[in-house]
Structures are given as structure tokens and as C-alpha cells.
């Protein structure tokens, strides 16, 4: 005959295996969440470049991986935008220098592209993104980045441009074309690194107040030094 359990324990478990019981599952969700998001974003890496078949009122290309100005530069001569924003360009840089480049898209640089010479990451690329979008009155943009790198540059552009119409361009690598991400330890570990930084977007987003979305600054970015 089993007796009254001692005084002071609840039957089925005192409360430390409760709490030990929800840090279990609370871990547990965390991991699939984290994993259920981390698929979500290689599901959205493309491994083939697209084949655009809309126009928009502007183009922006960020500055940072190979190919990426000039696959700009070519939607540019096919009428697929108006005009051009560089952003993230450096310094020293100047239209010339990018003339001399492509210089089959010479006539292009010198009359529809602008640089931006201010932004010196992916949030700075939003906002001078936004300051020129607004300066042009434009209503709807093509946006040209790495594939991997696609996903946090829509995400910090929708911020800064809610009322925008995005169109994603990404540049796929040869790599990236060539052989799955995960074969090849230097990419496994850029897609992992740009996730990490997506996360980590995603919540400074939730928290920063929203932008001014009127807020315009004429001049500084359409200067093509």
C-alpha cells in the first residue's frame, strides 16, 4: 500500500521537472524555427538567374560581388528601367571609371546612371535606395544583388519603400550554378553567415521605428562624379 506522497511534492513530477520540461520543448521549438526558416531562405536562393519579363521605373544594383553592374548596365540598355542607382560605390569611383569598364555601356553611364557614394552596407544601400527612388518619383524598381544576398536586400527595401513595387534580379555565381551549396565548404558557409545576418535584420527591423517615407534629399545621389 502506497502511502500520501511527502509533503511539499506534487505527484507526476516536482516543479523543477516542469521547469526542466519547458526549456526542453522551449529549445525544441526554437531549433525548428530556426531550421524551418533557414529552409525558407535557401528555398528562396535561386540556383538559375531569371529571365525578366516586366519593366520598371528605376533600377538599383548594390556593389559588392562580381557581375553585378554590368548584369544592371544590361537591363539598363534593354529598356528595362529608366534609369540606374550604383549604391555602395566607392569613393574614388567615378562614372568614368565605370565608362571605361563596360565600355559598351558607355553612352548609358553617361546619360542614366547615378551613383551612390554613401552607403556602406546593406541598410545604407536602403536608405540612399529610398532617398533616390523618392527624388525620381518612381513607383516601382528592378533590383539587382547577389542571389544569396537577395533576400535581406528585399527585406530592408520593403522597409524603406513600402508603397514600391520590388522586382528581384538576383546574379547567380558559377558556383552557385554549378554545384549544390552545401558540396562546397566556402559557399555552405557564406549561405550560413548571410542567413545569420538575415536573422538578425529581421529582428532590428521588428523593434527600429518605421522611416520617413517622405523624406527626399534632392541632389545627393544623383550626382554622377
Known amino acids: 500500500m502506497t502511502g500520501p506522497a511527502p509533503e511539499g511534492r506534487v505527484s507526476g513530477g516536482g516543479p523543477l521537472r516542469w521547469l526542466a520540461r519547458a526549456v526542453t520543448l522551449g529549445l525544441v521549438a526554437a531549433v525548428a524555427m530556426v531550421g524551418g526558416g533557414f529552409v525558407w531562405f535557401v528555398w528562396h536562393v535561386p540556383a538559375e538567374e531569371v529571365k525578366l519579363r516586366q519593366n520598371a521605373d528605376g533600377i538599383v544594383v548594390l556593389t559588392g560581388g562580381a557581375s553585378r553592374i554590368e548584369d544592371a548596365m544590361e537591363l539598363l540598355a534593354a529598356g528595362h528601367g529608366k534609369r540606374l542607382l550604383i549604391s ?48 525620381q518619383r518612381f513607383n516601382s524598381l528592378i533590383v539587382v544583388t547577389s542571389a544569396y544576398h537577395m533576400p535581406r536586400t528585399m527585406a530592408e527595401l520593403a522597409k524603406q519603400l513600402p508603397d514600391t513595387a520590388l522586382v528581384p534580379f538576383p546574379v547567380v555565381t558559377d558556383r552557385l550554378r554549378s554545384e549544390p551549396w552545401w558540396a562546397s565548404a566556402p559557399t555552405a558557409r557564406l549561405i550560413l553567415s548571410e542567413y545569420a545576418k538575415f536573422v538578425v535584420a529581421q529582428l532590428r527591423m521588428r523593434i527600429e521605428p518605421a522611416p520617413d517615407v517622405t523624406e527626399s534629399s534632392t541632389g545627393r545621389t544623383g550626382a554622377k562624379s
Not at 108 to 134: M, P
Open 88 to 135: 555602395g560605390v566607392h569613393r574614388a569611383t567615378s562614372s568614368a571609371e565605370i565608362a571605361r569598364l563596360i565600355p559598351r555601356y558607355e553612352r548609358f553611364v553617361s546619360c542614366c546612371v547615378d551613383l551612390d557614394h554613401s552607403a556602406v552596407n546593406t541598410v545604407g544601400n536602403a536608405v540612399e535606395t529610398r532617398r533616390w527612388v523618392k527624388d
